[in-house]
């Protein structure tokens, strides 16, 4: 891990140093160093692991002595988990098959879950078991529904078949009534007397016949519409043949074209209901996975949402695989160092013995971390020449990104196989040595540019790539493939939980478009010793000193409300054991000038001098002082008085405001001239700040030192 900031640095040691008492986490070896290794100069003072050119901090560890005690103490710790094996060989591979096993699980559980996510919709706030459950019963609910189709369409084709017989027998009734009609008719024709055709041609004998077959034709319905044997009876009993055969072809037809559509509906509902059915056992086959992969201990993540799968996991398995990492690495230790004092073996600056020497000492403390101003050295062997670990470095992270210059930190990764780079682009930005001029000049001179106005250069410099106005976290944003959201590139730390939601609501607002979530709860007002913003106005006149400012007003202002209120404030935020915390441990005073600061501490130095001891100092300088740190309280004193006119130092980029707000989890205090803060100038981070600064409920007043009250 690399930064070019020194809290950073502290910050990422210190993190290491906690992991054991945090997590319960009990180390087999006698060494109790955390899990950082400080590459630092001779001169550096750290209580961390420590490795100089010269020296190192394992050194105690390395001796044949220490070396026997370690490998009888870790076979002693090893006991209660591997009984069996007496060996540090053995204990090293027990553990090995161990983490190989959690390796396999947890690469089960994920593929298992995401099964789950990619069948349920990809909802990844819903758990794994009500997912399936839902599937399952969506699917229930399209055979059952598939099902009452089928079987009313089978119904329908059964009520067809009736119908098709009923229309066959109603045709066979109908002809065999049409031939008794025409058999009637003609055995009627037989039955009139020779005379009335005979003599037919006479008036009065012709009206007699066609009387009489009027009579006998009104006797069958198929024949009531005629009137007499001249009306073409033969025709007509032709024509209800036919009209009978059409209305049977018709109605057959239609029936026909019934069924098969109720057949073609029938096919698809049957074909829905078996697709629905192949889809249930493939649901349930993933839901049995899903539980097969939960087998031995697991079990609590059956309903887990996938949004929760990580910290699940996180808890679950990587972190016993980080202790048992710990103990198999602790194991290769041990059995490196047997054989070196075997073979008298011994360090040196050759490229194969001193990355020898830096993996040997990752097997204690896994992170090497130092400044990008040291950490090429370490890295660069000696044989004659220099030689650098090209390609060697498993994984270089870098801290504070956005502090580091591109010229400062780009060659530690021709060091590393993999980077990630961590940082914020709106926090405090480099301090950069060569001007936009040299800057333009240099990427001639090594053919980057054809002639210093060429316009590569401002594609360079909107990349982040120059020297003069570049930094690392600009370079990386442009690098990354991932996009979480549309206006940046890489992934977004949206958890805040150092301040409280008022002060990240500035910086929410001003800075990151809402996106943070505020994690820490508000404290109640009787709870509360001072406000989450407050205000003292101290209209002393500022005055230049070389390129700075500096108020001698304002700052003796800041000195006398921390004598009048240090007392209340220590007792306020004492300790477990009820004891007051020292003041700079809670309190730290950013100013946008250097000279500013230096009046500060001279005052401090002059009136309360216990309060700048080497060993408890309280943090005084411009916001770069409190860059990755955090104080309960934090004063910040803005220096310019009430004659200054323009725009005010910081407000010429939301970084400097960003940053010293959100140092402060409790408290975030302004002594100084109040009138710098315009609610009616929102457009600037000091604009947006005086909304805060004067709200009704988030901000208040503070008294003068007199008083050491806050007003009401």
Not at 423 to 450: H, M
């Amino acid at each position: 891990m690399a930064s070019t900031n020194v809290k950073a640095v502290e910050n990422v040691l210190d993190s290491f140093a906690k992991i054991g008492a945090e997590n319960g986490h009990e180390r087999w070896l006698p060494y109790q160093g955390g899990f950082g290794l400080f590459l630092a100069s001779e001169s550096r003072e750290s209580h961390h692991p420590t490795c100089t050119a010269w020296n190192h901090s394992f050194t105690d560890h390395e001796t044949p002595e220490a070396v026997a005690r370690a490998e009888q103490y870790y076979l002693g710790k090893a006991t209660a988990l591997f009984p069996q094996e007496d060996t540090v060989e053995g204990v090293s591979a027990a553990l090995r098959r161990t983490l190989q096993y959690l390796q396999r699980k947890m690469q089960d559980i994920v593929a298992a879950r995401y099964a789950v996510f990619r069948a349920a919709g990809e909802d990844p706030g819903e758990g794994a078991e009500v997912s399936c459950k839902r599937l399952l019963a969506e699917q229930q609910a399209l055979i059952d529904a598939a099902q009452a189709a089928i079987e009313a369409a089978q119904r329908e084709l059964h009520a067809q078949e009736q119908q098709a017989r009923v229309l066959e027998g109603s045709h066979q009734r109908m002809r065999e009534e049409i031939d008794r009609a025409e058999k009637a008719w003609l055995a009627y024709l037989e039955s009139t007397p020779w005379w009335m055709d005979l003599l037919s041609f006479l008036p009065p004998v012709l009206r007699r016949r066609q009387a009489r077959d009027r009579h006998f034709l009104l006797s069958n319905a198929l024949t009531a519409d005629l009137r007499h044997r001249d009306d073409g009876l033969e025709q007509h009993f032709k024509a209800l043949r036919e009209r009978a055969a059409r209305h049977r072809s018709q109605a057959l037809l239609a029936l026909k074209e019934r069924r098969a559509e109720v057949e073609h509906g029938l096919a698809a509902q049957t074909q829905r209901r078996a697709a629905a059915q192949q889809a249930q056992v493939k649901i349930d086959g993933i839901f049995q996975r899903w539980l097969e992969a939960l087998q031995d201990g697991y079990e609590a993540m059956r309903d887990m949402a996938l949004k929760d799968l990580n910290d699940a996991i996180d808890i679950m398995i990587r972190a016993v695989m980080f202790g048992l990492a710990d103990r198999y690495w602790s194991g290769q230790w041990l059995l490196e160092m047997r054989q070196r004092l075997i073979a008298g073996e011994s360090d040196s600056k050759g490229r194969v013995r001193l990355e020898a020497k830096y993996r040997r000492f990752a097997k204690l403390a896994p992170c090497l971390v130092s400044n990008f101003h040291m950490a090429p050295a370490f890295f660069t062997a000696w044989q004659g020449r220099d030689m650098p670990f090209w390609n060697t470095i498993d994984l270089l992270i870098v801290d504070e990104a956005g502090q580091v210059a591109p010229d400062v930190g780009a060659s530690m990764f021709a060091l590393a196989r993999k980077a990630m780079v961590v940082g914020d682009t709106y926090q405090i930005e480099p301090v950069w040595n060569n001007g936009e001029g040299c800057d333009r000049a240099n990427a001639v001179k090594f053919g980057l540019l054809s002639d210093v106005a060429d316009a590569r250069y401002d594609a360079m410099e909107q990349g982040g790539y120059t020297p003069a106005s570049g930094s690392l976290m600009r370079v990386a944003n442009q690098a990354c493939r991932v996009r979480k959201y549309r206006d940046m590139r890489g992934l977004m730390l949206t958890e805040h939980r150092r301040c409280v939601p008022e002060l990240i609501g500035y910086c929410n607002e001003l800075i990151y478009a809402g996106r943070l979530q505020a994690l820490r709860s508000r404290i109640p007002p009787e709870q509360r010793l001072l406000p989450p913003f407050g205000w003292l106005n101290v209209a002393g006149q500022d005055r230049k000193a070389g390129a700075s400012r500096q108020n001698p007003e304002e700052a003796q202002a800041i000195v006398d409300w921390i004598k009048a209120n240090r007392a209340d404030i220590e007792r306020h935020y004492a300790d477990e054991s009820g004891q007051p915390t020292p003041l700079w441990k809670l309190l730290g005073i950013v100013t946008p000038f250097a000279a500013q600061a230096a009046a500060i501490q001279r005052l401090l130095r002059k009136e309360t001098p216990d309060l700048l001891h080497k060993s408890a100092r309280l943090t005084v300088g411009t916001v770069h002082a409190l860059q990755g740190a955090e104080r309960s309280i934090v004063i910040f004193s803005p220096t310019y008085g009430p004659s200054f006119t323009g725009s005010a130092f910081y407000d010429q980029k939301p970084n400097m405001l960003n940053v010293a707000v959100s140092r402060a989890k409790d408290s975030f205090l302004v002594i100084g001239n109040a009138a710098l803060f315009d609610k009616t100038k929102s457009s600037r981070p000091s604009g947006l700040l005086a909304r805060y600064l004067f709200h009704p409920q988030w901000g208040a007043q503070l008294a003068g030192a007199r008083k050491a009250r806050l007003v009401v």
